[in-house]
């Protein structure tokens, strides 16, 4: 039980007249400490199942943990995350603004790419991006519809598994984030656009001083989530010997029979990327809404009993 000290201001207006004081008992919640305590023991026998498991070698998962074709891997992983992410960005703020363009024809582009890319299964992408020379053998840049070639390459020697991963993850990627970009972008007042144009401000200028910087406070969440997906989407890639780290990781357990130990090398190393950009989101988020954290500390400052409204305020 929490009472407040007479004459400290604890009344709803700050005054400090006792007869304001305030009394805070907490309600007995059994069923929730029943919950806790079941959650604890859950996850307690979880860990001891697993930690003392005879069949898991850890010395297996110490061993491999920062292997040089691990670290590799991991490397792999991390530069088809970047790139891919960096890529559908572009795509994704192109498509938007064909969304969201008064030309029909741009309208029906748009949507029928992301239509099909989110339509239709990443890993089914990705196989066909690496099976394109079954399509066209040969790959060049000349005049269209069968028309001389000025360089021609083998389709097979440029399409490897590394930039068959790229295509598939950086186009389908594409198709989400352009969701992500259109809906922060309707988020913002139409009365900012009109704005903008009042001010002589062309349409180019007025979508990146005005509505993309204040649409990046809808924007960035989804994207983070976005972001953290790819990288555990790019275990995807082992399909393709895409050389990332989980196809790393089934070379090795295929050929030493670990497999259990070397799963767990490798969801460590995606837990420690996963926890860097949820970390890196989070700061990014506070970035574009800095006031999001200082209102939530007022609000909270004025809850506890106790505080003077001069002290809440500072």
Do not use: C
Not at 47 to 62: G, M, Q, R, S
Request: charged share 15%; no cysteine; hydrophobic share 50%.
């Amino acid at each position: 039980m929490r009472t407040a000290e007479p004459g400290t201001g604890a009344g709803p207006y700050g005054g400090g007249d006792d007869s304001l004081a305030l009394t805070v008992t907490g309600r007995p919640r059994p069923g929730r400490w029943a919950a806790v305590l079941a959650a604890l023991f859950l996850a307690v026998w979880l860990a001891y199942t697993v930690v003392v498991n005879p069949h898991l070698h850890w010395d297996i998962v110490v061993e491999y943990q920062f292997d040089e074709r691990i670290l590799r891997g991991l490397w792999v992983t991390v530069q088809l995350t970047l790139i891919s992410m960096a890529v559908g960005i572009v795509i994704g703020v192109v498509v938007a603004v064909m969304q969201l363009s008064e030309s029909p024809v741009l309208r029906v582009i748009a949507g029928a790419y992301t239509w099909f890319f989110r339509g239709t299964p990443l890993l089914v992408q990705l196989i066909l991006w690496f099976n394109l020379a079954l399509l066209f053998p040969v790959i060049g840049i000349g005049v269209p519809f069968d028309g001389p070639k000025l360089v021609e390459w083998q389709t097979n020697a440029v399409i490897t598994g590394f930039v068959a991963a790229l295509l598939g993850l950086s186009i389908n990627e594409g198709a989400y984030l352009a969701e992500i970009v259109r809906a922060g972008i309707q988020s913002v007042d139409p009365g900012q656009r009109e704005a903008g144009a009042s001010l002589g401000m062309s349409n180019r200028r007025i979508l990146t001083r005005v509505v993309l910087p204040q649409a990046m406070r809808v924007i960035i969440p989804p994207f983070g989530n976005q972001f953290i997906s790819m990288l555990k989407t790019t275990s995807l890639v082992s399909v393709i010997a895409g050389s990332d780290l989980m196809t790393v990781s089934q070379h090795l357990y295929l050929a030493n029979f670990e497999v259990v130990a070397l799963l767990i090398v490798a969801s460590v190393w995606y837990l420690v990327l996963t926890t860097v950009a949820s970390v890196a989101q989070y700061f990014i988020e506070r970035h574009y809404d800095p006031g999001a954290a200082s209102m939530r500390r007022r609000v909270l400052t004025n809850l506890v009993p106790g505080r003077t409204g001069k002290g809440a305020a500072a």
